[in-house]
């Protein structure tokens, strides 16, 4: 290796050089590091050549109709709400109606009677022993006729739902 021209003597040549090698030293230290951690925490893997083919036999037996692929073509998403099943019919069952007062069955906007448009039931199993029973929370829904008709706005008043002991209890 020969020193540039600017090196007044051999010290300092031997400085520069040292410099130099230790550059490479420590760059080809560093390129090691870094390939060491690619080995050793990249994404790797470890199958052979034909392995993803094992498990396709469910997928190869199973070709669609050209009405299913129709179907999926033309269907948007919808969410499905998971229902519990429904209790027994046979089971005993005692109603509790939980209603809005006398004073609030009245139309806020016009001030006409609210007439019974539905009700939302829930049921929750209660267990007593030696006598297990169903007791049904009615809500009756009231709405006003009047406004109805008129198509102005449509105000429902429903009684609160009663507080329940267990968020997901039957």
Not at 14 to 24: M, T
Not at 72 to 92: G, Q, V
Not at 126 to 143: G, N, Q, W
């Amino acid at each position: 290796m020969r020193c540039k021209p600017c090196c007044k003597n051999r010290s300092e040549r031997v400085c520069i050089i040292s410099k130099k090698r230790f550059q490479q030293l420590y760059t080809h230290a560093l390129e090691q590091w870094q390939l060491a951690l690619r080995k050793r925490f990249a994404a790797s893997s470890e199958g052979h050549p034909g392995q993803g083919e094992l498990f396709n036999e469910a997928e190869d037996c199973l070709t669609p109709s050209a009405e299913e692929v129709a179907v999926d073509e033309t269907i948007t998403y919808t969410r499905k709400k998971t229902r519990r099943p429904s209790l027994s019919a046979d089971l005993p069952r005692e109603d509790v109606v939980h209603d809005i007062a006398d004073a609030d069955k009245v139309c806020d906007d016009c001030g006409h009677d609210l007439h019974q448009m539905g009700e939302d039931v829930s049921e929750k199993l209660e267990f007593i022993p030696a006598t297990v029973k169903v007791i049904r929370h009615i809500r009756p829904k009231y709405s006003c006729r009047c406004c109805e008709q008129q198509a102005t706005r449509t105000t429902i008043k429903i009684a609160p739902a009663p507080v329940r002991e267990r968020s997901q209890s039957l």
